[in-house]
């Protein structure tokens, strides 16, 4: 391999400064509204967007600028600023397959983590999430969104037998299912089954049973203050979910023993549908594709509150050996995601 040159080098790191700036410029256009306004509007002027949203002209026409610059909005001098093509539903529509709107609101919300890390290198001390500010776990939870269509509209339908399932009435496990964003979308998507919710975190408590009570969905599902590593059920459940949270729950020891209690709580003929981020087994192979590299980042955040990380191929050796059958990955549009469902 030819020794990339100076200039490349320099193009390189110019490159991720821009990056890191397209990103804020992405991040304050959700976060104020000026794109969700824009999208409205349909094509809209600079002043006419600040009158709209009674915010400050001049600043409205920076963030307007910069936001065409980076190639979010498209520019006509005689109807003025529109979202450029597939921006909507990219950046505002967390129910696309596609949505990156959460991704780059947890990239901006992981800057405390990079703040901390040279004083972390001294210390070695954790920085657990509930020491963050509320955007890491607003972050976290708007990232995550996505997961859940995906799952109902393309994984599961590689599993037909557990889709009949659910649609007939079936059980549904989430284990360490947050603030319950994945139990109302499973339930609205499911009309007929029914749910339980495992989650430790006193303010994810609080805000799964608001979002449970807002959904209307209380009657058939609900959530239990209860640990992974105590699920007690047996032959209970036609699907498991573990959606980003089975590395949460300590290293290899607490994961072979959650998963082999997922098993347990499963009926015969049920699968775990189990979605985690797809870590190499390798060093080299972080520069194998972008995914890889964003992953390297996040790290950062991961080891600081204290975090597993588990490989793409441990995950397979994990389920196997948990005792699941026809353990596959399944094909799913977010290269920050690996799926796997594992029957039993």
């Known amino acids: 391999m030819t020794a990339p040159t100076r200039e490349e080098q320099f193009r390189k790191l110019f490159g991720y400064a821009g990056g890191f700036q397209g990103t804020w410029v992405a991040v304050i256009g959700r976060k104020a509204g000026l794109l969700q306004a824009i999208h409205e509007a349909g094509a809209i002027t600079a002043e006419a967007l600040a009158a709209r949203l009674g915010y400050a002209p001049r600043y409205v026409l920076v ?59 001294r210390d070695g001390a954790r920085f657990q999430r509930k020491d963050h500010a509320p955007e890491l776990v607003r972050g976290i939870m708007e990232n995550t969104k996505p ?23 079936g059980e549904i496990l989430d284990v360490g299912c947050g603030a319950a964003h994945g139990l109302v979308h499973f339930a609205r998507r499911f009309p007929r089954a029914r749910g339980l919710g495992l989650e430790v975190d006193p303010p994810m408590l609080e805000l799964a049973a608001r979002n449970l009570a807002e959904a209307g969905v209380g009657d058939r599902v609900r959530v239990e203050a209860v640990s992974a590593l105590d699920l007690d059920h047996a032959e209970r459940f036609d699907l498991a979910v573990l959606n980003i949270a089975l590395h949460e729950t300590g290293e290899r020891p607490e994961w072979e023993a959650v998963l082999g209690r997922v098993r347990r709580a499963l009926r015969p003929g049920g699968a775990a549908l ?53 353990v596959r990955r399944v094909d799913q549009p977010n290269p920050t995601r690996i799926m796997y469902l594992a029957e039993t």
């Open 63 to 121: 963030w307007c600028r910069a936001a065409y610059a980076y190639e979010l909005l498209d520019y006509d001098a005689a109807t003025g600023f529109r979202l450029a093509p597939h921006m909507a539903e990219l950046l505002l529509s967390p129910q696309d397959p596609q949505y990156v709107g959460g991704r780059l609101d947890l990239t901006v919300a992981f800057g405390e983590d990079f703040a901390a890390f040279p004083t972390r290198l």
């Open 147 to 169: 997961d859940f269509a995906i799952m109902t509209e393309i994984v599961l339908p590689q599993a037909p037998g557990v889709l009949a399932r659910l649609a007939d009435g």
């Open 274 to 326: 189990v979605s985690e981020l797809p870590y190499p087994a390798t060093i080299e192979e972080y520069r194998a594709q972008p995914a890889y590299r964003l992953l390297a980042g996040i790290q950062h955040h991961e080891a600081l509150v204290g975090c597993g990380m588990i490989t793409v191929p441990e995950l397979r050796e994990l389920l196997e050996r948990a005792g699941f059958r026809s």
